[in-house]
Protein backbone atom coordinates (compact mmCIF):
# COMPACT_ATOMS: atom_id res chain seq x y z
CA UNK A 1 0.00 0.00 0.00
CA UNK A 2 1.45 3.73 -0.86
CA UNK A 3 -0.11 6.68 1.17
CA UNK A 4 0.37 10.54 0.79
CA UNK A 5 0.78 12.92 3.42
CA UNK A 6 0.80 16.37 3.59
CA UNK A 7 0.43 18.94 6.20
CA UNK A 8 1.03 22.54 7.21
CA UNK A 9 3.37 24.46 9.75
CA UNK A 10 1.39 23.50 12.59
CA UNK A 11 1.38 19.62 12.26
CA UNK A 12 5.21 18.88 11.51
CA UNK A 13 5.81 17.06 14.54
CA UNK A 14 2.21 14.73 14.07
CA UNK A 15 3.06 14.27 10.18
CA UNK A 16 6.84 13.09 11.43
CA UNK A 17 4.83 10.71 14.01
CA UNK A 18 1.84 9.79 11.68
CA UNK A 19 4.69 8.72 8.80
CA UNK A 20 6.65 6.68 11.14
CA UNK A 21 3.58 5.10 12.60
CA UNK A 22 2.19 4.20 8.79
CA UNK A 23 6.11 3.18 7.86
CA UNK A 24 6.13 1.01 10.32
CA UNK A 25 3.42 -1.34 9.37
CA UNK A 26 5.43 -1.57 6.35
CA UNK A 27 3.13 1.35 4.09
CA UNK A 28 5.17 3.65 1.38
CA UNK A 29 4.17 7.19 2.74
CA UNK A 30 4.97 10.20 0.24
CA UNK A 31 5.49 13.10 1.88
CA UNK A 32 4.35 16.41 0.20
CA UNK A 33 4.43 18.26 3.12
CA UNK A 34 6.27 21.20 4.87
CA UNK A 35 9.12 19.94 7.22
CA UNK A 36 10.72 23.18 7.52
CA UNK A 37 9.93 26.34 10.33
CA UNK A 38 8.15 29.35 9.38
CA UNK A 39 4.74 29.44 8.17
CA UNK A 40 3.24 27.39 5.25
CA UNK A 41 -0.12 27.41 3.60
CA UNK A 42 -2.43 24.51 4.12
CA UNK A 43 -4.02 24.48 0.44
CA UNK A 44 -0.56 23.08 -1.08
CA UNK A 45 -0.38 19.93 0.83
CA UNK A 46 -4.53 19.45 0.55
CA UNK A 47 -3.88 19.78 -2.82
CA UNK A 48 -0.71 17.56 -3.74
CA UNK A 49 -2.49 14.96 -1.58
CA UNK A 50 -5.22 15.01 -3.49
CA UNK A 51 -3.70 14.70 -7.05
CA UNK A 52 -1.79 12.17 -5.94
CA UNK A 53 -4.84 10.11 -4.58
CA UNK A 54 -7.48 11.05 -7.62
CA UNK A 55 -4.92 10.09 -9.69
CA UNK A 56 -4.63 6.78 -8.10
CA UNK A 57 -0.63 7.27 -7.88
CA UNK A 58 -1.14 6.76 -4.12
CA UNK A 59 -4.00 4.54 -2.21
CA UNK A 60 -5.16 7.21 -0.21
CA UNK A 61 -3.98 10.44 1.65
CA UNK A 62 -3.75 11.76 5.20
CA UNK A 63 -3.60 15.59 5.83
CA UNK A 64 -2.86 17.39 8.84
CA UNK A 65 -3.44 20.97 9.91
CA UNK A 66 -4.49 22.88 12.86
CA UNK A 67 -8.32 21.79 13.05
CA UNK A 68 -7.76 19.42 9.77
CA UNK A 69 -10.51 21.98 8.43
CA UNK A 70 -8.64 24.14 5.81
CA UNK A 71 -6.68 21.13 4.67
CA UNK A 72 -9.61 18.89 4.00
CA UNK A 73 -11.66 22.00 2.21
CA UNK A 74 -8.64 22.58 -0.13
CA UNK A 75 -8.26 18.62 -0.87
CA UNK A 76 -12.00 18.86 -1.39
CA UNK A 77 -11.47 20.70 -4.35
CA UNK A 78 -9.86 18.42 -6.52
CA UNK A 79 -12.26 16.49 -8.30
CA UNK A 80 -12.65 12.56 -7.03
CA UNK A 81 -11.36 13.72 -3.95
CA UNK A 82 -13.13 12.53 -0.39
CA UNK A 83 -11.75 14.07 1.90
CA UNK A 84 -12.95 13.83 5.77
CA UNK A 85 -12.16 15.71 9.16
CA UNK A 86 -12.58 13.46 12.20
CA UNK A 87 -11.68 13.98 15.11
CA UNK A 88 -12.36 10.39 16.82
CA UNK A 89 -11.86 6.87 14.93
CA UNK A 90 -15.57 5.97 15.20
CA UNK A 91 -15.92 8.66 12.42
CA UNK A 92 -13.12 7.72 10.72
CA UNK A 93 -13.92 4.45 10.27
CA UNK A 94 -17.47 5.06 8.79
CA UNK A 95 -16.45 7.81 6.69
CA UNK A 96 -14.35 4.73 4.90
CA UNK A 97 -17.39 2.48 5.09
CA UNK A 98 -20.20 4.68 4.31
CA UNK A 99 -18.94 7.31 2.44
CA UNK A 100 -15.88 5.57 0.82
CA UNK A 101 -13.58 8.72 2.54
CA UNK A 102 -9.92 8.76 0.32
CA UNK A 103 -8.17 11.09 2.54
CA UNK A 104 -8.54 11.48 6.12
CA UNK A 105 -7.84 14.78 7.82
CA UNK A 106 -7.43 15.69 11.47
CA UNK A 107 -6.12 18.52 13.54
CA UNK A 108 -2.81 18.53 15.55
CA UNK A 109 -4.44 21.46 17.47
CA UNK A 110 -7.48 18.92 17.96
CA UNK A 111 -6.22 15.45 18.64
CA UNK A 112 -3.10 13.86 20.42
CA UNK A 113 -0.67 11.78 18.55
CA UNK A 114 -1.96 8.50 19.72
CA UNK A 115 -5.33 9.76 19.31
CA UNK A 116 -4.55 10.43 15.99
CA UNK A 117 -2.82 7.00 15.38
CA UNK A 118 -6.08 5.10 16.37
CA UNK A 119 -7.84 7.88 13.94
CA UNK A 120 -5.48 6.63 11.18
CA UNK A 121 -5.67 2.95 12.69
CA UNK A 122 -9.27 2.33 12.28
CA UNK A 123 -9.77 4.25 8.76
CA UNK A 124 -6.92 1.89 7.09
CA UNK A 125 -8.88 -0.90 8.45
CA UNK A 126 -12.00 0.02 7.22
CA UNK A 127 -13.88 -1.40 3.54
CA UNK A 128 -16.33 0.95 1.85
CA UNK A 129 -19.61 -0.85 2.24
CA UNK A 130 -21.02 0.15 -0.86
CA UNK A 131 -24.76 -1.03 -1.85
CA UNK A 132 -26.78 1.49 -0.50
CA UNK A 133 -23.53 3.52 0.30
CA UNK A 134 -22.55 3.76 -3.56
CA UNK A 135 -25.74 5.64 -4.45
CA UNK A 136 -24.74 8.14 -1.69
CA UNK A 137 -21.44 8.54 -2.47
CA UNK A 138 -22.53 8.84 -6.28
CA UNK A 139 -24.73 11.76 -5.91
CA UNK A 140 -21.86 13.13 -3.83
CA UNK A 141 -19.97 12.91 -6.96
CA UNK A 142 -22.91 13.66 -9.39
CA UNK A 143 -22.99 17.43 -7.50
CA UNK A 144 -19.10 17.63 -7.79
CA UNK A 145 -19.09 16.68 -12.09
CA UNK A 146 -22.27 18.19 -12.97
CA UNK A 147 -23.08 20.94 -10.36
CA UNK A 148 -26.61 19.38 -10.24
CA UNK A 149 -28.39 16.56 -8.34
CA UNK A 150 -31.08 14.71 -10.33
CA UNK A 151 -32.65 13.01 -7.25
CA UNK A 152 -32.91 16.29 -5.68
CA UNK A 153 -34.98 17.74 -8.82
C1 LIG B 1 -2.82 27.85 10.72
O1 LIG B 1 -2.71 28.85 11.68
C2 LIG B 1 -4.20 27.25 10.75
O2 LIG B 1 -5.12 28.14 10.22
C3 LIG B 1 -4.24 25.92 9.99
O3 LIG B 1 -3.32 25.03 10.56
C4 LIG B 1 -5.55 25.20 9.98
O4 LIG B 1 -6.07 25.02 11.25
C5 LIG B 1 -6.55 25.72 9.03
O5 LIG B 1 -7.66 25.20 8.88
Redesign the pocket.
Known amino acids: MKLAIGN?H??IEMKKEIQAFLEAKGIEVINVGTDEPGRFD?PISGYKVGKLVASGEVDGGVLI???G???SLAANKVDGVRCCVCSEPYSAKLSKMHNNSNIIAF?A?VVGVELAKMIVEEWLNAEFEGGRHQRRVDMIMEIQDTQELEAAK
Open positions: DVAYCGTVGIGR
